[in-house]
């Protein structure tokens, strides 16, 4: 196997009575990356996900994960990873401090040095201030963020986040997205699952979509955008009326059908070359009166993509 | 090596919920007070209309069975510890962690039969204190604790199974409504020979029933007797009921424990 993986996935199929929950998924995750998984609900992420932790064994197919097969190494693969699911997997009397010590512990850390290690992630977490408290009394954010350190007790060599901001306020999950690219800047390899396009764009270096068990597109986030079309060329007219005329300008511009948001007076369409498409859209839009409020070049969103390619695949 | 990791470990479990006594110190206080309070309302409100096998004192008949009957209410700690960790995910932070299933099986049992033995000993206080004495010498006293504890014990394992096949903290309320009767359905109350026959019957065979009455016995307190071939080996029974509780659901606590990675 390259070394250069983290995670190697071959084949895996899991069913649950007659409902595959995986089939035939596949992925590579590179050393030192953070790679989402995106998915809908039930697309399968989650069992994915329990899989390559050990928590759940797989009907078919091979999965690595640092090296270790988690199927016949699942004592190995433990020692070298990190989990944290939907839920805050803390106790929730202890304080912040007994929780980080208690994990310590149980991964075989002496009793100061347990003690040393949870005072260290405290620290960096932000936490040191909330050591003391029970854990009920934190907040959402506090929680995943302690929830992370007792992930990270071992320095494990992948870190599984599995909708880790899901539930959050957006207060909450910028603490958690920024205490995930202080881990990767670490040398961690994150796999990371979401339904949140937005999240996997700003964290996740390489994104595999997945649908019904499978993945059915792949690659990095601007690879994804380009591959429904490039950028796009968005015009939003003062009136109603001059929709068709904008549409019809953009159809001489675009390479495909421009989209018509009546709603937002809005024109959409993918075009090859920005700045040419984006001057000749204005030189004409000008020249036949239509009234433009607002024009601008936009890469597709992950939205789009995700839309279209499991559409495809459905 | 793994032993002594897995004793370990089990020890930190152990420690945890310790930590949560100290945490939550009114928690353990109103759980004995409970207890006290059930030995004070059963002995002093609905002892005078009890009649005595014998004609002894009610309280020396009645806290036996109170005994008991809080071993049996453990039942409700266990699965609520259980389930609890499974529905925050602790139970899987755990599983992915290289530490033995063994471990957090041992801690649990650990801490419930300290919890219980806490308990246990608040009950006895409370009873020499509105006059409970035990009869036939610290030795055979002894032995009705640890009868007592081995019927607790016992119960652990229902207590694991129960949760790792539920699942649900919600299902605590219906495993309440089901221990009750288990509670009155026994020896500790009423004798089981004023009952319709074939529901004296299954009072009779009730665990409870034989750990109560071979409590009684070895306490020297008043108890009903009978006839029946159960009531004459209450003994045997308090020892023999726990142990084939054990055999059952010891194996499937653990065949459920590993069916949650199905």
């Known amino acids: ?314 | 090596m793994r032993l002594r990791w897995a004793l370990a470990d089990g020890w930190t479990i152990t420690l945890r919920d310790l930590k949560h006594w100290a945490a939550q110190p009114w928690q353990i206080v109103f759980g004995l007070l409970f207890s006290v309070m059930l030995v004070l309302m059963f002995g002093y409100l609905f002892g005078g209309a009890i009649e005595v096998p014998g004609g002894g004192d009610y309280r020396e008949f009645l806290l036996p069975g109170m005994f008991a009957t809080t071993m049996l209410f453990g039942l409700e700690a266990t699965y609520t510890a259980v389930t609890t960790d499974a529905d925050r995910g602790v139970t899987d932070r755990f599983r992915a962690m290289p530490i033995a299933g063994s471990a957090v099986v041992v801690g649990r049992a650990t801490a419930d039969m300290l919890n219980s033995l806490l308990t246990l000993a608040a009950m006895v206080a409370c009873g020499l204190a509105v006059g409970w004495r035990w009869h036939e010498g610290i030795g055979a006293a002894l032995g009705a604790f640890g009868l007592l504890l081995l019927l607790r014990f016992a119960l652990l394992w229902l207590g694991i199974w129960l949760a790792l096949v539920l699942r649900s903290p919600e299902a605590l309320m219906a495993l309440q409504v089901l221990v009750w009767p288990l509670g009155f359905l026994s020896n500790v109350y009423v004798s089981p020979e004023t009952m319709p026959g074939w529901l004296g019957a299954l009072a009779e065979w009730n665990p409870l029933s034989a750990t109560v009455g071979a409590a009684r016995e070895l306490f020297g307190n008043p108890g009903w007797g009978g006839d029946s071939w159960v009531a004459q080996h209450t003994t045997l029974m308090a020892v023999a009921w726990p142990a084939l509780l054990v055999a059952i659901f010891f194996p499937l606590s653990v065949r459920a424990y590993q069916r949650l990675s199905r």
């Open chain 1, 1 to 314: 196997m390259a070394s250069d993986l983290a995670v190697q996935v071959e084949g895996l199929h899991k069913r649950y009575g007659e409902k595959p929950a995986l089939d035939g998924f596949d992925l590579d995750v590179r050393a030192g990356t953070v790679h989402g998984l995106l998915g809908p609900n039930g697309a399968g992420k989650t069992t994915a996900v329990r899989v390559l932790a050990t928590l759940l064994r797989a009907d078919g197919g091979r999965a690595l994960v640092a090296g270790y097969d988690v199927s016949r190494q699942p004592a190995h693969v433990r020692e070298r990873i990190g989990l944290v699911g939907q839920h805050a997997a803390v106790d929730e009397v202890l304080g912040g401090r007994d929780n980080l010590v208690m994990f310590g512990r149980l991964f075989h850390l002496g009793k100061r040095e347990a003690g040393r290690r949870a005072d260290h992630l405290l620290e960096r977490f932000g936490l040191a201030d909330a050591a003391g408290k029970p854990v009920k009394r934190y907040s959402g954010g506090m929680r995943r963020r302690l929830d992370l350190a007792a992930s990270l007790i071992l320095r494990p060599a992948v870190l599984f986040l599995d909708e880790p901001t899901t539930g959050l306020d957006p207060r909450g999950r910028n603490e958690v997205w920024a205490a995930v690219r202080a881990l990767v800047a670490d040398g961690t390899t994150v796999l990371l699952t979401t339904q949140y396009l937005d999240e996997a764009d700003q964290l996740a270096s390489r994104i595999s979509v997945l649908d019904h068990g499978r993945v059915v597109a792949g690659g990095t986030p601007d690879e994804l955008k380009s591959r429904i079309g490039g950028d796009r060329l968005d015009v939003v007219v003062r009136a109603d009326a001059d929709l068709a005329g904008a549409a019809a300008v953009l159809k001489g511009l675009a390479d495909a059908e421009p989209e018509v948001d009546p709603d937002s007076r809005r024109v959409s369409a993918p075009v090859r070359d920005r700045v040419a498409a984006l001057t000749e859209a204005v030189r004409i839009l000008a020249a036949r009166g239509i009234a433009v409020e607002d024009i601008a070049l936009r890469r597709p969103t992950l939205d789009e993509v995700f839309l279209r390619t499991t559409e495809v695949a459905g």
